[in-house]
């Protein structure tokens, strides 16, 4: 059972998502948060397995709740899934850099919405398509990574380099195998010990690190989903 804890301001939303969720045979609701703040307490509380996250909440808005949740040990197996109705490239950026595993448009239908949460809960990333675009953008507008590449990816294999490279071009675990004629338990293993070595909590991180890091750029295909 995936346990879920809905953090938005308004009411007439959180009801209709506590509704879908507790629906779903294997999702149910653990709390409701109408501030950033509650959402925090909340999750140290109840310790979901996904918070769905507003991102502009009073008192304390949705990224900043969602650092505050990811850096505490005691939500270490927390997933944070930001909902929100804007797709602004700032809320993009934060709210990865703060941690969350996904990102997704309050209008995504209520199927693709449950799949998001199944994904998030297993440990995996996902970015809504209408925004992918605009993630790839960001990165382009940055200046080049002051901290020089071999520093950032110390440890990690020429292999390994290149399967990050394919992961955060949204490569699945089943294409990264027929990509690189591996296996997929091999791939899987590639992808654990970057997730260890790069210290990050899943996939949605391991994007972040090789735009970072300049391993990848904004040139080709950006990420649809992160799975």
Same mark, same amino acid.
């Given at each position: 059972?995936?346990r879920?804890?809905?953090a938005?301001?308004?009411?007439?939303?959180?009801?209709?998502?506590?509704?879908?969720?507790?629906?779903?045979?294997?999702c149910?609701? $653990?709390?409701? @948060? #109408?501030? !950033?703040?509650e +959402?925090v307490?909340?999750a140290? /509380?109840h310790?979901?397995?996904?918070?769905?996250?507003d991102?502009?909440?009073?008192?304390?808005?949705?990224i900043?709740?969602t650092r505050?949740?990811?850096?505490?040990?005691?939500?270490?197996?927390?997933?944070?899934?930001?909902?929100?109705t804007?797709?602004l490239?700032?809320?993009?950026?934060?709210?990865?850099?703060?941690?969350?595993s996904?990102?997704?448009?309050?209008?995504?239908?209520?199927?693709?919405?449950?799949?998001?949460?199944? $994904?998030?809960a @297993? #440990?995996e !990333?996902?970015l +809504?398509?209408?925004?992918t675009? /605009?993630?790839?953008?960001e990165?382009?507008?940055r200046?080049e990574p002051?901290?020089?590449?071999?520093?950032r990816?110390?440890g990690?294999?020429?292999?390994?380099?290149?399967?990050?490279a394919?992961?955060?071009?949204?490569?699945?675990?089943a294409?990264?195998?027929?990509?690189?004629?591996?296996s997929?338990?091999?791939?899987?293993?590639?992808?654990g010990?970057?997730l260890?070595?790069?210290?990050?909590?899943?996939?949605?991180?391991?994007?972040?690190?090789?735009?970072?890091? !300049?391993?990848?750029?904004?040139?080709g295909?950006?990420?649809v989903d992160?799975?």
């Open positions: 059972m995936i879920v804890l809905i938005d301001d308004q009411a007439l939303l959180r009801g209709s998502f506590r509704l879908l969720v507790d629906l779903t045979p294997d149910t609701t $653990v709390g409701e @948060a #109408g501030t !950033g703040v +959402a307490a909340l140290g /509380r310790r979901p397995d996904v918070v769905l996250m991102v502009r909440m009073p008192e304390m808005d949705g900043d709740a505050r949740i990811c850096a505490d040990p005691a939500t270490a197996g927390t997933r944070v899934l930001i909902l929100t804007f797709d490239d700032e809320y993009v950026y934060g709210a990865l850099r703060a941690g969350a996904g990102f997704l448009l309050k209008d995504t239908p209520p199927a693709e919405l449950l799949a998001g949460i199944r $994904v998030v @297993a #440990g !990333g996902l +809504a398509p209408t925004v675009r /605009r993630l790839i953008d990165f382009a507008r200046p002051a901290r020089p590449l071999p520093r990816l110390n990690v294999t020429e292999r390994e380099r290149e399967v990050l394919l992961v955060a071009r949204g490569l699945s675990n294409e990264l195998a027929a990509h690189l004629s591996l997929l338990a091999t791939v899987k293993t590639h992808v010990r970057l260890t070595k790069l210290a990050v909590r899943d996939r949605a991180q391991l994007v972040i690190v090789a735009y970072e890091t !300049g391993l990848v750029g904004p040139s295909p950006g990420p992160l799975r």
